[in-house]
């Protein structure tokens, strides 16, 4: 097993949708990231002025990093957090990649004449436990991306996932009918790295939180 | 279900290989000793147990419960952890002998997994109780004996957070005012969703200054200054005496010469309903899991109907082991005595005294092995009694 450095601090960073609001956000709080950091395909990146080592990983892996200590800390979707459902601190919201957790189905769909109800889902543990506490027996589905052709070829009525703009939904046709919760991007925090290194993370908590607070008063 | 290889073992369960049971070997020793020392009486209690006695009364949630039935149908438990054993015994065996009781163990414990299957269903753990002690020198005993254990273990890096889980129930019904409520906050901090205390504190119709005051505590964390700082905010009797109990502890420690590797975290919930007093989690450098955990838990010897005050700790010897990361090396038995039957008495009286004398002596048929010198090349000293004559020949 690799250990990590005891001196930099691993921060475990989602690719994609999230990527470039929280690094904005990590420079706003006066963290001298590298400039490659906009271009590379590495997956880990040191920079030793911010005292940091940066990974960059799947979102959906992020907390699996982190609970296990390899990162200390982490930026997670709280779509993720749900859905995973590992044992970290969720210390901050960090108010980015705003969207929210829908249902979704064919404009078609007569919930009444739906016999045996299937949901398809990128999220089966987090559809699961919501159907259940609707109280309605459903069957869950999990797919692993393009959620939204499902109703369309008939291998689910209903889809649970995440809208941020809903474009994708409409121009594949489909209407949301519920909305679950709002999501946002979250500051995690492994909890023995919470206590060992709690100098270093307060201050990038404290950090993050004046940068965070800031833009809500703008 | 797919049909099993043969190789296979049911999930979670882990074999012990000869290198690290010698690890784990020295540092059970090295803190039974400890402990031991301390005044601690080693018992041992049965890997079954009754589901509805010892079972559910233990600290571990049911889905992580193995459950079995004996022939009468009960439902039996493999014990989840070794406090709720202890509780029952010193509730009814013990019930009459002197208090304090100071009591150790070493035993494995079973907790279902499901989770990728990775995490271990069965670990040892290592840990004492000090039942009928309410007092700051006891839960200070228990912190003390913790660390001196993990020292003794072998492992330098580490740290102990130290909470009181009175003083979270006191200052969130001072400020909330109904059990359910402290409930909904107390399994925010469970959970360590501090995002999703903070939006609930937000919800809460409340003056500004107590929703100050709640989010106050979520930052109560660090030195022993840290007391003072929530004594300010603390307002009922229950909670000032709760911080009282904790600078009286501060002070016991501080007499122990511990104070380095403490941090007092006043928001510390490792459980939702378990714990009454001080409760404290052990943590190393470079392992993201807990090594081992403990507190007071003044309501559970009631529940055998003998309430009396408790606290202690306990070690789980995995994470010890892989926070201590020794290299294991292939163990090396000192000598080897490979002989023919011709030779055998001779060899076997050379064994014997080598034996006496301290030494590990593995005696091999020279029929038995394949290729003599691959095994042979195991052991530090491999002597030969072979042929019908002639003296004992040395190699190596």
């Known amino acids: 097993m690799m250990t990590p450095d005891s001196k930099l601090l691993t921060v475990a960073m989602p690719k994609g949708r999230i990527f470039d609001e929280a690094v904005a956000l990590l420079r706003k709080a006066d963290y001298p990231l590298p400039p490659e950091f906009d271009e590379s395909r590495k997956l880990i990146i040191d920079s030793p002025e911010a005292g940091m080592r940066f990974i960059l990983a799947k979102p959906m892996d992020v907390p699996t990093y982190v609970e296990h200590g390899v990162a200390d800390v982490g930026v997670a979707g709280k779509d993720v957090l749900l859905e995973e459902k590992r044992d970290v601190y969720e210390v901050l919201d960090l108010k980015i990649s705003a969207c929210y957790m829908a249902v979704a189905a064919l404009p078609t769909?007569?919930?009444?004449?739906?016999i045996a109800p299937k949901i398809a889902s990128k999220y089966p543990n987090l559809a699961s436990s919501y159907f259940r506490e609707q109280g309605e027996q459903v069957e869950i589905i999990k797919l692993n991306g393009s959620i939204e052709l499902a109703p369309i070829i008939g291998l689910a009525d209903r889809i649970v996932d995440i809208v941020s703009t809903g474009r994708t939904l409409k121009e594949n046709g489909l209407v949301e009918i519920e909305t679950m919760m709002p999501i946002t991007s979250r500051f995690i925090v492994n909890p023995v790295s919470y206590r060992t290194k709690s100098e270093q993370i307060d201050d990038m908590v404290e950090r993050i939180a004046a940068v965070v607070e800031g833009e809500k008063n703008q | 279900m797919t049909k099993l290889f043969m190789f296979e073992k049911p999930v979670g369960m882990k074999d012990t290989l000869p290198e690290l049971y010698q690890l784990k070997k020295e540092v059970k020793d090295a803190i039974a000793k400890e402990v031991t020392q301390w005044g601690y009486a080693a018992i041992e209690t049965p890997t079954l147990e009754y589901y509805e006695t010892v079972g559910s009364v233990s600290a571990i949630t049911d889905q992580q419960l193995f459950k079995l039935l004996d022939q009468e149908g009960n439902t039996l438990v493999l014990?989840?952890?070794?406090?709720?054993?202890?509780?029952?015994?010193?509730?009814?065996?013990?019930?009459?002998?002197?208090r304090p009781l100071r009591l150790t163990y070493d035993a494995p414990v079973f907790r279902s997994q499901q989770r990728e299957g990775g995490k271990p269903a069965e670990f040892e753990q290592i840990g004492v109780e000090l039942i009928g002690d309410g007092s700051n020198s006891a839960d200070g005993e228990v912190i003390a004996l913790m660390m001196s254990s993990i020292e003794k273990a072998g492992l330098e890096n580490y740290q102990i957070a130290v909470g009181h889980i009175g003083f979270v129930n006191a200052y969130l019904f001072e400020i909330l005012g109904n059990e359910a409520r402290v409930e909904v906050f107390r399994r925010y901090l469970f959970e360590k969703n501090y995002v999703g205390f903070r939006k609930e504190v937000d919800q809460l119709p409340l003056s500004s200054i107590d929703q100050r005051r709640l989010k106050e505590l979520l930052t109560l964390k660090g030195g022993p200054d840290i007391i003072n700082k929530a004594r300010q905010l603390a307002e009922s009797e229950p909670t000032i005496k709760s911080l009282q109990q904790l600078e009286q502890l501060i002070e016991?420690?501080?007499?122990?010469?511990?104070?380095?590797?403490?941090?007092?975290?006043?928001?510390?919930?490792?459980?939702?309903?378990?714990y009454t007093g001080v409760v404290f989690e052990a943590y190393s450098e470079g392992l993201g899991f807990p090594i081992g955990s403990g507190g007071r838990y003044d309501g559970l010897l009631e529940k055998f109907h003998d309430p009396e005050p408790a606290t202690g700790f306990g070690l789980r010897l995995d994470r010890l082991t892989e926070?201590?990361?020794?290299?294991?090396?292939?163990?090396?038995?000192?000598?080897?005595?490979?002989?023919?039957?011709?030779?055998?008495?001779?060899?076997?009286?050379?064994?014997?005294?080598?034996?006496?004398?301290?030494?590990?002596?593995?005696?091999?048929?020279?029929?038995?092995?394949?290729?003599?010198?691959?095994y042979s090349a195991q052991f530090n000293n491999v002597t030969y009694f072979v042929g019908s004559n002639g003296n004992g020949g040395h190699a190596k």
């Open chain 1, 109 to 114: 769909y007569n919930p009444k004449a739906d």
């Open chain 2, 79 to 98: 014990r989840p952890d070794m406090t709720a054993p202890i509780a029952r015994i010193s509730a009814s065996t013990l019930k009459n002998t002197q």
């Open chain 2, 252 to 274: 016991v420690l501080e007499a122990y010469n511990l104070k380095d590797n403490i941090l007092l975290d006043l928001n510390l919930v490792m459980h939702i309903s378990y």
């Open chain 2, 323 to 374: 926070a201590l990361g020794k290299t294991k090396e292939a163990i090396r038995n000192d000598m080897c005595i490979i002989f023919s039957n011709e030779r055998r008495k001779e060899a076997m009286e050379k064994a014997k005294q080598w034996r006496e004398e301290g030494h590990t002596v593995v005696m091999q048929d020279l029929i038995g092995i394949s290729d003599v010198d691959a």
